[in-house]
């Protein structure tokens, strides 16, 4: 099975500009989450969708938005970037609740710079 | 709300000594709780998962973690370690079931020769 891909894998933007990230996640995976990764904060959540609903939100501002589609693959987007947007951006996804909960499957991570 | 502590942001062992990375949460209902670790340019990979079955949980590579709610912590532990182990462990707690993580600070493991 093939994992979770994320693209593009490294990005630089400046100030002001906007980005979207994509990720595939792991044939049959519903739910997708994002989380990002900074060496100051660690890593926090920022959302996750189910069948192209947001399910929950982290405590991020409205700046950042996602989406999923009908294929469960997602995008995020940041807009109007600020130097401390830079980070690594984490996809996960996950089987449905149950059982399998909290099983994060990750991709490799969009590491994005702002400059 | 949930939250996780990691004592030790670096933990240094010798290659065959026992590894242990400390891992203290709080939660205000039990906890599904995990050990993710990441390797360098890469994402995190679930090592082991707490949910109530079992207090003591086995995972991969040799890893296996202690339930223990009276002191609220959730250690993990590896007899000998390897070379390989050098990476960076994460421990997470998941509160009501879903899969929002809140996730520790990390613990960088380094194996020396």
């Known amino acids: 099975k093939a994992g979770v891909t994320q693209t593009p894998r490294y990005l630089i933007k400046t100030r002001g500009q906007q980005v979207t990230l994509s990720c595939s996640p792991i044939s049959g995976h519903r739910s997708v989450s994002w989380y990002q990764q900074t060496p100051g904060q660690g890593l926090q959540f920022l959302f996750e969708y189910f069948s192209e609903t947001q399910r929950n939100k982290g405590n991020f501002p409205g700046r950042f938005s996602g989406r999923q589609f009908s294929n469960s693959r997602s995008e995020m987007n940041v807009s109007t970037l600020e130097l401390g947007d830079s980070a690594l951006y984490l996809c996960?996804?996950?089987?449905?609740?149950?059982?399998?909960?909290?099983?994060?499957?990750f991709g490799e991570g969009s590491r994005l710079t702002v400059l | 709300a949930q939250s996780v502590t990691q004592l030790g942001s670096h933990v240094s062992v010798s290659e065959g000594a026992l590894v242990l990375l400390r891992c203290n949460y709080s939660?205000?209902?039990?906890?599904?709780l995990f050990w993710y670790v990441q390797y360098p340019n890469q994402g995190l990979q679930l090592l082991l998962k707490y949910t109530s079955a079992a207090t003591l949980v086995k995972g991969i590579n040799g890893f296996e973690a202690e339930f223990k709610k009276s002191e609220t912590s959730f250690h993990l532990t590896k007899p000998s370690a390897h070379m390989s182990d050098a990476a960076e462990y994460f421990c997470a707690v998941s509160e009501g079931g879903d899969s929002r993580l809140t996730f520790g600070e990390g613990t960088q493991l380094t194996v020396n020769p």
């Open positions: 939660s205000s209902v039990p906890p599904y």
């Open positions: 996960a996804s996950s089987p449905d609740r149950g059982p399998h909960t909290g099983e994060l499957f």
